[in-house]
């Protein structure tokens, strides 16, 4: 919205700057993040009156969690959602489509997260939405989405899968090239629904790869930092760096409240919206793989629960003392935090090898 003041611009006067991405970034993430402050402890005594005992803690899980974290509310992700759309409408051009496409699938999964949410509280269980409707809505979703960025990217990209460090390699993937976007997206959705289970552990990875995914985007959306880094050129892209910075200005908002011993969880509400928002940007940016480097810790967790499931069905036993891999960790005697920031580290670390992706060619 704020774009349109560079009409009052003559070239020269502060209306100009509006012209900048990298402005509206900073505008958008301070946006997002006074948001968070402002209305996440008005949020949070909502919901603490709205659900009374708070999210259901599952039974099968650590049972350090029934005491610790019994009466917690969830649905916290709708202050990060909030702050999120509440930037991104404010300082993006409202006119880019790449734009209404990452809303799109953020909102669209944030709703799904939402009535699982509130399946489970006002049920009092910790079995929402059923796992196969919820899979369902999600691919859906995903796959108007993956249809709708073949028509926004380039003929010359559009249906095509770039690999990483191999300089213009493109893969013609063809019609197929929308089921693979739709497990990108809807993949990465629920990968870091998995990854949700402890105080902060989610939103924190979430911000890294946020952040890595909007630096992609910017470059990939310029070109002349197409021309030096040997990338492929998809126009418009860089205004998903408003969207990211929105996204890591609201995720701290967030943070501020879910720091252990967390006030609010953001429930799949938020975790289903953050990663699907990570896969809509992959996908739009032709970063796919790059996301399964960038978002590796997300994948891991995917992994261990997949390869618990099949193998325990498979042979009676476990590989892992429970899954996800956080929890396996917390069952040798980890502490929390202890977990918590060894995960945010690799993250960081998976977040810079993504980023060395773009100069290595």
Known sequence: MFYWLTELSDGGDFFNLFRYITFRAGGAFFTAL???????????????RRQGRGQPIREDGPQSHILEKAGTPTMGGALILGALLVATLLWARLDN?????????????????????????????????SG?????????????????????????????????????????LG??????????????ANAVNLTDGLDGLAIMPS???????????????????????????????????????????????????????AAVFMGDTGSLALGGALGAIAVATKHEIVLAIVGGL??????????????????????????????????????????????????LVLALIGLATLKVR
């Open 34 to 48: 006074c948001f968070g402050f402002i209305f996440g402890r008005p949020l949070i005594d909502l919901l603490r």
């Open 97 to 129: 489509a790449f734009v209404w496409l990452v809303m799109f699938v953020t909102v669209g999964f944030g709703l799904i997260g939402f009535l699982d949410d509130y399946q489970k509280v006002s049920r009092r269980s910790s079995k929402g939405v």
């Open 132 to 172: 196969r409707v919820r899979f369902a809505a999600g691919l859906a979703i995903a796959g108007i989405a993956s249809w709708w960025a073949a028509q926004l990217h380039p003929e010359a990209l559009a249906w095509r899968l770039a690999l990483p460090v191999l300089k213009d390699v493109l893969i013609d």
């Open 175 to 188: 019609l197929f090239f929308v089921p693979f976007a739709m497990l990108v997206i809807a993949g990465a």
């Open 207 to 261: 911000m890294i790869a946020a952040g890595t995914l909007g630096v992609i985007a910017y470059a990939v959306g310029r070109t002349d930092f197409t021309e030096y880094l040997g990338v492929q050129y998809v126009p418009g892209t860089g205004e998903l760096l408003i969207f990211t910075a929105g996204l890591i200005g609201g995720g701290l908002g967030f943070l501020w409240y879910n720091a252990p011993p």
């Open 298 to 347: 997300f994948v891991v967790e995917a992994l261990s629960v997949i390869i618990q499931v099949a193998y325990y069905k498979a042979t009676g036993k476990r590989v892992f003392l429970m899954a996800p891999i956080h929890h396996h960790f917390e069952q040798l005697g980890w502490k929390e935090p202890q977990i918590v920031i060894r995960f945010w580290i690799i993250s």
